[in-house]
């Protein structure tokens, strides 16, 4: 346990907050939701505040990725086995039969390089498809919600998974008090401590887009999409205790099981999959379809196959090709789009930002990272730049000289964010949302073995934090189903004390001078 500063509940001596101001010292009246034309956004560029937070977070490290720091690569290829010309007018899917070549990587998202590839954490699930009209790419994880809706708040939670600032551990406390006090984490949350928390490789776990993505077909229709890769060889994990020992004797147990298996021939697969919304039904569901702590219900939102995504070839390079390779989630391909998805929009300002100060302003022309088919523009110099930079084309447009020159009927389709016309603002995102029901709903999927593991990992966590917080968190799980918060303390030993089941009061959640001492 964590020292609780004598008080029972880790308090300690009382300060008062400063105001909250950005880097040059304007004061902020709001730090938890990003400036979003009516409440599903999309997210608007004069949010000062969100853009300052992100572009100082993507420098906060050289020259590691800030997060996915530890990736595994692997090259292979991508063939459409189902038609959704549909949905869709992108040439990749115009006839069943179609490929392309395809580069995937996977990772950690919290520890650094050399950390352990056994961690109780998310994983990583990018793909780089080179398709006849570019890149796109499908940047996820290997589950289908994450801990915040709000872009605003990313830097903040990554930092509770990072290291404290005083010590340079690792702290429960910083994850669990961000947690309890951030409710639409639970979904998450829930996913991270039950037996999916820790994957027995990358070839044994699912990929998901998470984000609502959108597909445009031919006659200007919009859809919806959430996109699933379902593994070939069936989902696969790691109990705690046999993690923990792999962590010690072969942290790199992931990257070593992928490499030897397509060494070896046993080339990984995953089931490519969509789900469907039809822009009409957006105000439909009884949540926010663009929510990302939210999943869509199957029953009503079935999964469509696609294709199969196998891989079947590791890099000759690791550094050339993997740890240069750059996903970025604004990488799609005419017939598809975005949507209002706020944490969505936040991602397709971060990550070239971040890739242009991480491998630098031309990291789109590395070999891994480049498109397979011709292009031409008017984006010229900056460091690194090794093409011929367009040679005595102009570098300017409009011009009469034969630069080349946009086609309309590329224009983006424009989308529907909601069907009630609302102002420019910060929206609450907290407010009317329901961060229990689905969780809770998982919750009462597990059998009383995945049940009681679950309880048991969160209690080994959450045991290590101040008394205070415990009992804020306990107040979320009690809400999402009163068995999952009793289960917990149960394993947490404090049985005993119901009082554990109760939310803090307001004394004790007032903030405390300091981070408990380690």
Known sequence: MENTNGNGNGSGPKVE???????????????????TAGRRGPITLDDFQLFEKMAQFNRERVPERVVHAKGTGAHGHFEVTHDITKYTSAKL?????????????????????????????????????YTEEGNWDMVGNNTPVFFIRDPLKFGDFIHTQKREPGSNLKSATMMWDFWSLSPESMHQVTILFSDRGIPDGYRFMNGYSSHTFSLINAAGELFY????FKTAQGIKNLLTEKAE???????????????HAIEKGEFPSWNVKIQVMPESEIDKPNFDPFDLTKVWPHGEYPLIDVGVLTLDRMPDNYFAETEQSAFNPSNVVPGMGYSPDKMLQGRLLSYPDAHRYRIGTNYDLLPINARKN??????????????????????????????????????ERPYTTSTTLEKVGRYNHREGNDDYTQPGNLWRLFDDGQKDRTAKAIANSLGQVPVRIQKLQLSHFQKADPDFAARIVKALGTDQHPEYLHAPDAAELAPAARMPEK
């Not at 999409?225 to 699933?228: F, I, R, T």
Request: hydrophobic share 25%; net charge positive; aromatic share 12%.
């Open 374 to 411: 011709a292009g031409a523009n008017y984006n010229r110099d900056g460091s690194m730049r090794f093409d011929g930079n367009y040679g005595s084309l102009p570098s300017y447009e409009p011009n009469s000289f034969g630069g080349p020159a946009q086609d309309p009927k590329y224009t």
């Open 225 to 228: 999409v959430k996109w699933h």
């Open 17 to 35: 907050r400063k105001v909250l101001t950005t880097n040059q010292g304007r004061p902020i009246g709001d730090n938890q939701n990003s400036v």
């Open 93 to 129: 899917f115009a006839k069943v039969g179609n490929k392309c070549e395809t580069f995937a990587r996977f990772s950690t998202v919290g520890g650094e390089k050399g950390s352990a590839d056994t961690a109780r954490d998310p994983r990583g699930f990018a793909v780089k498809f």
């Open 245 to 259: 020992l792999l962590a010690g004797s072969d942290p790199d147990y992931s990257q070593r099981d992928m490499t």
